[in-house]
């Protein structure tokens, strides 16, 4: 009967050369997976379902503060503040817009989830890259922009606002953030 088993009496495995597994490495971190692609939408091409689109802004987030804001001193809310983020091209964090435009609608109480269209705003406002740029601020997520949004004659009827982010892609197509909700006294 052979002895006990001891890390010196078990078998080895044989040992690929260093040069060759580094070799290996880099192969596999350089190709990437098998059966995995992507696509860069920075670089022209376009993803399945994805349109191409000159600004680079493949997604918009919106961060909305929960409660509107008195800004003139008058009795009532007269505006929002809120953050804006957008994935360009290929970046992993959220960068700066640095062409086309942002639009962010304001609508009067919730928006139902049923409808195709969205309704008409009750107030907009549009910014260019240009002009996002003085509103550029850096957090730890990435590039983001910082606005206080002033809504002016608009007066909520409803107990809440809703807000969306869009971006123009063309063809009277939009690319949208999620809604975000805002609690006002009417």
Request: overall charge positive; aromatic content about 6%.
């Amino acid at each position: 009967m052979p002895g006990p088993l001891t890390p010196r009496s078990l078998p080895r495995a044989p040992r690929l050369p260093v040069l060759t597994a580094l070799v290996a490495l880099v192969a596999i971190v350089a190709l990437g997976p098998a059966g995995c692609s992507t696509t860069g939408a920075g670089s022209g091409s376009t993803g399945a379902g994805q349109a191409r689109r000159p600004s680079g802004i493949q997604e918009l987030h919106l961060l909305t503060m929960p409660v509107a804001l008195n800004l003139d001193g008058s009795p009532g809310p007269d505006g929002v503040a809120v953050k804006l983020f957008a994935n360009v091209g290929n970046a992993t964090k959220p960068a700066p817009i640095r062409s086309g435009e942002i639009e962010i609608l304001l609508f009067d109480g919730l928006l139902s989830g049923g409808s195709a269209a969205l309704p008409q705003p009750s107030h907009a406002w549009r910014f260019t890259a240009a002009e996002l740029k003085g509103f550029e601020t850096q957090a730890m997520v990435g590039t983001g922009y910082q606005l206080t949004l002033r809504w002016g004659a608009f007066r909520p009827k409803n107990d809440r606002v809703t807000l969306i982010a869009r971006h123009p892609v063309g063809e009277g197509r939009y690319l949208y953030s999620t809604p975000g909700v805002i609690a006002c006294a009417p």
